[in-house]
C-alpha cells in the first residue's frame, strides 16, 4: 500500500473518531453546571461544525500523540477541542463584517443558513466549549498537562495568534486605511500568515508532543514541523485562491485579488509559490528525521497538505 493511500485511511479514520466526539459535544442533553442548551443555537452550532471536511489540524494533533504512544482514543478529545476553535474562527470569519463568505464547504455559511446575531453567538459558544473541552479531565489524566494545553491554544488562537492575525490582514485589505490595501512587504506577509493560520497548525502538532509528555528536544522538533506546514498550508490556501476551481474548493476563489490583498503567491508569483511547497516539505520531512519511521504519516501529511487541490 503507498504512503498517500496510508494518509487517506488514517485522515479518514480521524475524521471519524472526531466526528463521533463533537456529536457528543453538540447533543442537546444539557450538562451539569447548564441551564439550559437552546435549540436554535445547538442546531446552527451542529450546521458549522457537522458539516464535513478534512478535519486535518484534529488529525495532527493524534498523529503527532502517535509518536509517543498514545492512542489516538486518547488523543480525541484534545483533537476536538482544537476543531471547535477552528470551527469558530470560520464562522465569524465567513460574517459580512469579515470576510463576507456565502458558502463554506459547499454549503450555506451559518449567518446565510440562519442570521448574523445567531452565527456570532454559535462562534462564541464553540470557542468557550473547546476551552472547556480541553479542560476536562476526560482530555488527560493529569491536570498540569490539560493546563498547558489549555494555555497553549489560548495563546495560539488569541490576540498574539489567530486573532491578531485576522486584525493584520483586515488591516492588510485596507479597512482601517480608507479603503486602500496596504502594500506589505514580504516579511510582514510571513508574520500575518504565521498567526492567522499557522498558530493553530503549530498548536496542533505540539499538542501531541504535551499529551505524550515529550523531551524538549521532541517538541521543539513538533513545533518546527508545525511551523513549516503552516506556511504550506497558507501557501497552497493562497495558490488554490490565485487558480483553483471553485467548486472543487468548496468556496469562493479569486477573492484575495478582487481586494488588492498582499500574499505570497501574489507578491512572489504561482511558480515561486510552487517550488517553495517543494522546499516546505522537505524542510518537513527534515524536522521529522529524528523520529524515523515512525513519523512517515506525518511527512507524507505535509505532502498532501501542500499540493491539496482544496
Known sequence: MS?????DQRLAAAARQVEAELESLLGAAVRPGETARPERLMAAMRHGVLAGGKRLRP??????AALFGIAAA????AAAALELVHCYSLVHDDLPAMDDDDIRRGRPTVHKAYDEATAILVGDGLQTLAFETMAAPRTHPDAAVRAELTL??????????????????????GRFAAGAPLDLPEAEIRRLQAM?????????CLAGAVLGQA???ERQALAAYGEIIGLAFQVADDLIDHEGDAALAGKATGKDAARGKGTLVSLRGPQWARDELKRLVADAATQLAPFGGRAGTLVEAARFIAFRQA
Open 215 to 217: 523531551s524538549e528536544p
Open 59 to 64: 488529525f495532527l494533533v493524534i498523529e503527532s
Open 74 to 77: 486518547e488523543a480525541v478529545p
Open 196 to 204: 492567522k493560520t499557522g498558530a493553530l497548525i503549530r498548536f496542533a
Open 3 to 7: 504512503d498517500a493511500s496510508i494518509l
Open 152 to 173: 497553549l491554544l489560548a495563546r495560539a488562537s488569541g490576540l498574539g495568534g489567530m486573532v491578531g492575525g485576522q486584525m493584520l490582514d483586515l488591516a492588510a485589505e
